[in-house]
């Protein structure tokens, strides 16, 4: 998979010049987007489906600031998936010198338009097939 890469724009600082926290969650989100299209799989088609993936839980490691006019390489990689809950790793870091800049993680789940759960392994084999594949692959050397 291709990294994602986001350009800093300046809306994305604060008053001391560096990213906004918040934003790393918006890059997370289009990052996973941008992920989700690549395997083959568009949430928005997902979504015709009648399928949701809301956001279970979502922690970030900050570890360097970003400034207006970097650009960031967000790197994403699925972490673990049971069948009923997705976890999604994110490294980020600046393709001017590799250095990390946030590494996080994000859990979703998928449910209806009415809130239930779905059962991927039905109702979308080959999502399901593929995501084990990427955590096999990250497993074997």
Known sequence: MKPYLHRVHYYET???GVVHHANYVHWMEEARIDFMDQLGFPYAAMEEKGVISPVKAVSCEYRRPCTFGDEIRVIVSVSDFNGVVLG???QMEKTSDGET???A???HVFLNREGR???LKREMPAF???LEALIQED???
């Open 14 to 16: 604060d008053m001391m």
């Open 88 to 90: 999604i790793k994110y």
């Open 101 to 103: 800049v946030c590494e």
């Open 105 to 107: 993680r994000s859990e």
């Open 117 to 119: 759960f779905v059962r």
């Open 128 to 130: 399901c097939a593929a």
């Open 139 to 141: 497993k074997d050397p």
